[in-house]
């Protein structure tokens, strides 16, 4: 199966650069998600990295390296409306529901002014 | 169109009440998912639908029976649910076995 961690908030302010990382554990997967939701709104997605390195998208950067578990968010000059909780998330490659998108725990970003 | 369509957006119903979540997606997606998400906690997967026909069930109560008439819709029957089902649940769809996923934006429910 897999599992993935995330802290679970970070407070940064405006302008800022944030990081939020995900540790993870699986016995194989396809690649690593990133997902943002705002209160009361709809997971979007982000980002994704199938393989190791950094992937650039606009104010948005994801990493992921497999030797070491773990991969990041970043962003860059923080803008208020970008307070929402943050998910990763990777999809197995075992069958049946471990095929299927995990999340972790989430990230609840607040920015202040 | 890159839109997951939900309805409704907020349900109300008492335990002996039945009701229907519906979805809809015009991307070509053959994969659509149930999802159920309590506050502050990530989206739980419920039922997986690969090119029409249900492909994963984790086991989910029977009180929750989903159906998909067609390759763009799929629907969320409920039937005497329980306060504690209580949540949102979310439609989401993706290419088949696809990393991205698309959301729709929900249906508010709350179990009385």
């Known amino acids: 199966g897999q599992s993935l961690e995330q802290p679970s908030e970070v407070t940064a302010v405006e302008g800022a650069i944030v990081q939020i990382n995900c540790t993870y554990q699986?016995?194989?997967?396809?690649?690593l998600s990133w997902y943002q939701q705002h209160d009361g709104g709809a997971p979007t997605f982000l980002s994704y990295n199938a393989l190791d390195g950094l992937e650039e998208t606009g104010r948005f950067s994801s990493f992921l390296s497999r030797s070491d578990s773990y991969g990041y968010l970043l962003l860059q000059e923080l803008q208020m409306k970008d307070s929402a909780s943050y998910f990763c998330?990777?999809?197995?490659?075992?069958?049946?529901?471990?095929?299927?998108?995990?999340f972790g725990s989430g990230t609840q970003l607040t920015v202040l002014p | 169109d890159t839109e997951v369509t939900q309805t409704p957006k907020h349900l109300v119903m008492g335990m002996t009440n039945k009701k229907s979540l519906k979805c809809e997606q015009h991307?070509?997606?053959?994969?659509m998912y149930w999802y159920k998400q309590k506050a502050k906690k990530p989206p739980e997967l419920m039922f997986v639908?690969?090119?029409?026909?249900?492909?994963i069930n984790e086991s989910v109560p029977s009180r929750f029976s989903p159906e998909c008439p067609n390759s763009s819709l799929l629907n969320l029957h409920l039937h005497a649910l329980q306060p504690e089902d209580s949540a949102l649940y979310l439609c989401a769809s993706s290419q088949s076995g696809g990393d991205t996923q698309y959301f729709g934006p929900g249906t508010r429910l709350t179990v009385l």
């Open positions: 998330a990777v999809r197995g490659r075992s069958s049946g529901s471990a095929r299927q998108l995990t």
């Open positions: 639908y690969s090119y029409e026909k249900l492909s």
């Open positions: 699986t016995s194989g997967f396809y690649g």
């Open positions: 991307m070509g997606h053959r994969a």
